[in-house]
T-cell receptor, first 116, second 114 residues
Framework: NAGVTQTPKFQVLKTGQSMTLQCAQD?????MSWYRQDPGMGLRLIHY???????DQGEVPNGYNVSRSTTEDFPLRLLSAAPSQTSVYFC???????????????FGEGSWLTVV | AQSVAQPEDQVNVAEGNPLTVKCTYS??????LFWYVQYPNRGLQFLLK??????LVKGSYGFEAEFNKSQTSFHLKKPSALVSDSALYFC????????????FGAGTTVTVRA
């Protein structure tokens, strides 16, 4: 009963380095998304995907790339890390909402990223 | 556009007392409202949601929330708070069932003192 799994949990990067945050879900959810959490700002959507091969930008996409080659995986790539990307990142997933409504979104445990 | 406001950064209550965490929303259509809780160094956990039907929604851990359309509010309540309820609470809204775009409030830190 893994749910949504994120790795790594903690990471320190130097400015300019690149890295990938991994996200996998075993619930056969069509929808997956990445959020970042910053103090006093709640969660902000970075990118999301409505199914394999389909991705779209959220509220704060700059500096991040995503891909969705399989239903299970949705990695988030930081192309050239900046101190402003220091944050806690959450991956989330939910069932396809077509034909239904108000699907619960399930979140991973979070990835704490510090860029120095 | 959809948005959520949590007017209180912090709520402090004594154990055994009622707990209320406030949330107001703004959407263009019918709202789909959610409450999530985040314990320290953990991910968000789903508490409850309002989609349609009864305005009083019951959720996990003894929490409930009341949907008030006229006041555009969805306050989270618990009749008797526990120390273990101390956490960060997020209200979220989605105005379309087909979009995976939740809009979150800034969060309210709840501290329950023994």
């Amino acid at each position: 009963n893994a749910g949504v799994t994120q790795t790594p949990k903690f990471q320190v990067l130097k400015t300019g380095q690149s890295m990938t945050l991994q996200c996998a879900q075993d619930m056969n959810h069509e929808y997956m998304s990445w959020y970042r959490q910053d103090p006093g700002m709640g969660l902000r959507l970075i990118h999301y995907s409505v199914g394999a091969g389909i991705t779209d930008q959220g509220e704060v996409p700059n500096g991040y790339n995503v891909s969705r080659s399989t239903t299970e995986d949705f990695p988030l790539r930081l192309l050239s890390a900046a101190p402003s990307q220091t944050s806690v990142y959450f991956c989330a997933s939910s069932y396809s909402p077509q034909g239904s409504s108000g699907n619960t979104i399930y979140f991973g445990e979070g990835s704490w990223l510090t860029v120095v | 556009a959809q948005s959520v406001a949590q007017p209180e950064d912090q709520v402090n209550v004594a154990e055994g007392n009622p707990l209320t965490v406030k949330c107001t929303y703004s959407v263009s259509g019918n709202p789909y409202l959610f409450w999530y809780v985040q314990y320290p160094n953990r991910g968000l956990q789903f508490l409850l949601k309002y989609i349609t039907g009864d305005n009083l929604v019951k959720g996990s851990y003894g929490f409930e929330a009341e949907f008030n359309k006229s006041q555009t509010s969805f306050h989270l309540k618990k009749p008797s708070a526990l120390v273990s309820d101390s956490a960060l609470y997020f209200c979220a809204v989605r105005d379309k069932p087909s979009a995976d775009k939740l809009s979150f409030g800034a969060g309210t830190t709840v501290t329950v003192r023994a």
